[in-house]
């Protein structure tokens, strides 16, 4: 069994930044891909960031290319997300997932999922 625990989210101003973590836990766990994904009120889950869990390609969404950046600690098995110059269409519950599956950009193909974790922009 595979857990993934987000912290870090909270209230920031725009232009303001955030440190989210996932702490990864389980026997044998060892995906392929780590992602954070998000979701505003009344919209869809959307792909924000996802790395390869074993040589640290990163790819990220055209919303937050150049302001946010994924990366992992393998020893400890957490995922990060450094999001900085956050603006208010941000603001969303920050999930992170596992997939087995190569650098995949769609909800479906991640089969562990955390709890979510808020993060909210102030105008």
């Known amino acids: 069994q595979v857990q993934l625990v987000e912290s870090g989210g909270g209230l920031v101003q725009a232009g303001g930044s955030l440190r989210l973590s996932c702490a990864a836990s389980g026997r044998a766990f060892s995906p392929n891909t780590m992602a954070w994904f998000r979701q505003a009120p009344g919209k869809e889950r959307e792909f924000a960031a996802a790395?390869?869990?074993?040589?640290?390609?990163?790819y990220y969404a055209d919303s937050v290319k150049g302001r946010f950046t994924i990366s992992r600690d393998n020893a400890k098995n957490t995922l990060y997300l450094q999001m900085n110059s956050l603006k208010p269409e941000d603001t969303a519950v920050y999930y992170c997932?596992?997939?087995?599956?190569?650098?995949?950009?769609?909800?479906?193909?991640?089969?562990?999922w955390g709890q979510g974790t808020q993060v909210t922009v102030s105008s």
């Open positions: 790395i390869s869990w074993s040589n640290s390609v990163t």
């Open positions: 997932a596992a997939s087995y599956n190569v650098a995949p950009r769609l909800a479906y193909e991640y089969y562990y």
